[in-house]
C-alpha cells in the first residue's frame, strides 16, 4: 500500500456516534497517511448524541487506525471540543504517544500555530442555549441522512450530488454572518498573540486565508468536518495544504460489522486549560 508522508495532519469534527459520521471514508484516509503528528481538534466522539444503541464497528474501526498510528510512532494529540466535552476532565493526560489536551501551541519552523476547537467563542454551547444546541445537533443529523437518500436517488438518475446543509447555511444571511464573525474574531485573537498561523474547527466550514487588521495579519484555517465536507489539513515541505477527500482516490476499505454493546456512561465534565508551548516536530 502506497502511504503519503506528511509532518502534520490536522481532523475535526468526525462526530463518532452519529448517523452523519462518514467513518469507512475516515478509515481509508487514515489507512493511506502516516504523519508524524496527528492533531484531533475536538468532536471526534460525539458525546452530545452518543448511544449504546448505536456505534456501529465502522466508527470502532476509526479509533482503532488512529491507534495504530500511534503504534507506528505517529504522536497523536486530542484537542476537546464541545461534544466531546466529557473529556476536558482528563485534560493533560498522556500515555506514550498520546496526549489529551483543550488547545496547543505548536512552533513549527520557527512560527507559532495556535490550534483549538473553537468552541470558545460559540454562545450556543454554553448555559441554557445548550439544550437548544443539543436538539439542533440532532435536527443536523437527520438533515445529513436525507441528504444521503436524495443523493443516491441523484445518483441512480446520473445528477451531480447535492449538500442540503450547505444550501442552509449559504442562504441564511446570518449563518454567513456568524462564519465571518467567527473567523475574524479567532483571527484578531491570535494577532494579539503574535501567532502566524490559527486553527480552528467546529464550525464545519473548511478555510485557508490570510486575515488582516490594524495590527497585523494571520493565516486563519480550518480543517472543516468529516459530515458533509470531508477535510483535513496537511502541513507537508513547509506549507499548509486543505485537503479535500475524494473517493476515487482510494482503494475499498473492508470494515468487519461486530455486534458491539457498549454500558453506558455518565462523567461529569469541567473546564481545565491547559497551554503547551514550542513542542518540536519529531524528526
Known amino acids: 500500500m502506497n502511504y503519503r508522508e506528511a509532518d502534520i495532519v490536522v481532523l475535526s469534527d468526525l ?110 454551547t454554553k448555559g441554557s442555549a445548550k439544550f437548544i444546541a443539543k436538539w439542533g445537533g440532532i435536527g443536523y443529523d437527520w438533515l445529513i441522512l436525507l441528504n444521503r437518500l436524495i443523493n443516491w436517488v441523484l445518483v441512480k438518475c446520473n445528477r451531480p450530488k447535492m449538500s442540503l446543509s450547505k444550501k442552509v447555511k449559504n442562504g441564511v444571511k446570518k449563518a454567513v454572518a456568524w462564519i465571518d464573525n467567527f473567523e475574524q474574531t479567532a483571527a484578531e485573537l491570535a494577532i494579539e498573540k503574535g501567532y502566524k498561523y490559527v486553527i480552528c474547527g467546529h464550525i464545519h466550514q473548511p478555510q485557508k486565508r490570510v486575515i488582516e487588521t490594524e495590527k497585523g495579519s494571520v493565516i486563519y484555517m480550518n480543517s472543516g468536518d468529516w459530515i458533509e465536507n470531508l477535510t483535513s489539513l496537511e502541513y507537508s515541505n513547509g506549507s499548509w495544504s486543505l485537503y479535500h477527500y475524494q473517493e476515487q482516490d482510494f482503494a475499498s476499505a473492508p470494515v468487519v460489522s461486530l455486534p458491539v454493546r457498549l454500558k453506558e456512561v455518565e462523567v461529569v465534565t469541567e473546564e481545565v486549560s491547559m497551554h503547551i508551548h514550542s513542542l518540536p516536530i519529531p524528526s
Not at 452523519?20 to 452530545?48: F, M, S, T
Not at 448511544?51 to 500511534?70: D, M
Not at 510512532?73 to 476532565?89: C, K, P, S
Not at 513549527?108 to 468552541?119: A, L, N, P, R, S
Request: hydrophobic share 40%.
Open 15 to 124: 462526530h463518532l456516534g452519529t448517523y452523519g459520521c462518514h467513518a469507512k471514508e475516515i478509515v481509508q484516509y487514515l489507512r493511506h497517511i502516516r504523519p508524524k503528528w496527528l492533531i484531533l481538534n475536538g468532536d471526534i466522539i460525539d458525546g452530545w448524541q452518543f448511544s449504546k444503541r448505536y456505534f456501529p464497528a465502522s466508527h470502532l474501526q476509526v479509533i482503532k487506525e488512529i491507534l495504530n498510528l500511534t503504534e507506528l510512532g505517529t504522536r497523536v494529540v486530542y484537542i476537546t471540543g464541545n461534544h466531546d466535552e466529557m473529556l476536558r476532565r482528563y485534560s493533560g493526560w498522556q500515555l506514550s504517544h498520546f496526549q489529551l489536551t483543550d488547545k496547543l501551541v505548536l512552533e513549527i519552523d520557527g512560527q507559532m500555530t495556535w490550534i483549538f476547537h473553537g468552541d470558545v467563542f460559540d454562545a450556543t
